[in-house]
């Protein structure tokens, strides 16, 4: 019978390869468990691999999607609410108007006047509403502030000092030169050069295929004549006119805001409208993605419980074979002499 030596040194290389091989494999199945798909797709999928790629492209694109219409949503909140804001204030006006009716007391006027002086302040305030940096009312300049800082003083001087010019005694004008004169500073009223919007609104992209405004630009009427009426009724209802041509004020300030009113509140509901249109297409991008997902889970996905059942026991073989390697290297020939 022969016997074939083996050397201590031998019996730990093998081990140590074991141990090697094992540690492997445990990075593998930690990176699965907790994953739950594939530590390396391209080996176990192969030629199926473009296919996973494609799905995961799909699914971030529809997230990204989802994410930007956050902040699309957001930014139209933002400009429901700053022009429910301005249709109130111009209800205010409206009201303070009609409250007014041919009454000529100089303390009713002077409420009159600070009515409509309140009213323009908190216009200009909610035009330059501003959101994540972004001016919801410049259109898309939205790196503009939407009215300057000096916009009331400039726009009620610039009026004051026309209507001075033609009527040096408001108290002899007539009722047909106010009108005439009012109809002729709207007519060349220049709205663009007093504001920073431009014509054309924000707009989102809010699906694959789907794109919609997502703010209202200054330069619709209702802005302009809301800024009108408060204007013409500020400088002139207490600026010592006839009872008939304050009257030709108060209509005209009546008419004005009244259309302000209407188109500001038309600029609500096209906002609602883009915002019925996100929420929908959010919950389609979400099912759709949800479809994808399912997908891709079927194609790249391991059984988490299978991969931990795994991985405790090759940790249990690597704790085994350190104690074997251990004890191994703690022969020695001397114990027995």
Do not use: C
Request: aromatic content about 6%; charged content about 15%; overall charge negative.
């Amino acid at each position: 019978m022969k016997t074939t030596s083996i050397s201590s040194q031998s019996v730990s290389t093998a081990m140590h390869l074991t141990v090697s091989n094992a540690q492997a494999e445990i990075s593998k199945l930690q990176k699965e468990a907790v994953t739950g798909t594939y530590s390396d797709v391209g080996v176990e999928l192969g030629t199926r691999t473009s296919t996973s790629l494609d799905y995961t492209r799909e699914s971030k694109r529809l997230q990204a999607i989802v994410d930007s219409n956050s902040v699309a949503e957001q930014r139209m909140d933002a400009s429901q609410l700053a022009m429910k804001n301005m249709s109130d204030s111009a209800q205010t006006l409206l009201n303070s108007v009609i409250a007014l009716s041919g009454n000529t007391d100089a303390s009713s006027l002077g409420v009159a006047k600070t009515t409509a002086m309140s009213v323009l302040e908190n216009f200009t305030s909610y035009a330059n509403t501003a959101v994540n940096g972004e001016f919801l009312f410049s259109g898309i300049n939205t790196d503009a502030q939407t009215l300057d800082d000096g916009f009331i003083g400039n726009i009620t001087s610039n009026f004051k000092s026309a209507f001075d010019t033609a009527f040096p005694d408001p108290s002899t004008a007539s009722a047909s030169d106010v009108a005439a004169f009012l109809q002729d500073y709207q007519d060349n009223f220049d709205w663009p050069s007093w504001t920073n919007a431009s014509d054309t609104a924000m707009s989102s992209r809010i699906s694959t295929s789907e794109t919609v405004s997502t703010s209202a630009s200054a330069n619709e009427s209702g802005f302009k004549n809301l800024v009108l009426a408060t204007v013409i009724s500020s400088q002139l209802v207490d600026a010592g006119l006839g009872p008939d041509a304050l009257s030709v004020v108060n209509d005209a300030t009546t008419k004005l805001a009244g259309s302000a009113i209407s188109n500001i509140d038309t600029q609500r509901a096209k906002i609602g409208l883009s915002q019925e249109r996100v929420e929908k297409a959010n919950t389609y991008m979400s099912a759709q993605k949800t479809i994808i997902d399912t997908q891709l889970t079927d194609l790249v996905g391991i059984d988490t419980y299978e991969a931990s059942t795994r991985l405790t026991t090759l940790l249990n073989q690597v704790e085994t074979s350190y104690t074997i390697t251990s004890k191994i290297q703690g022969l020695s020939l001397v114990n027995f002499i």
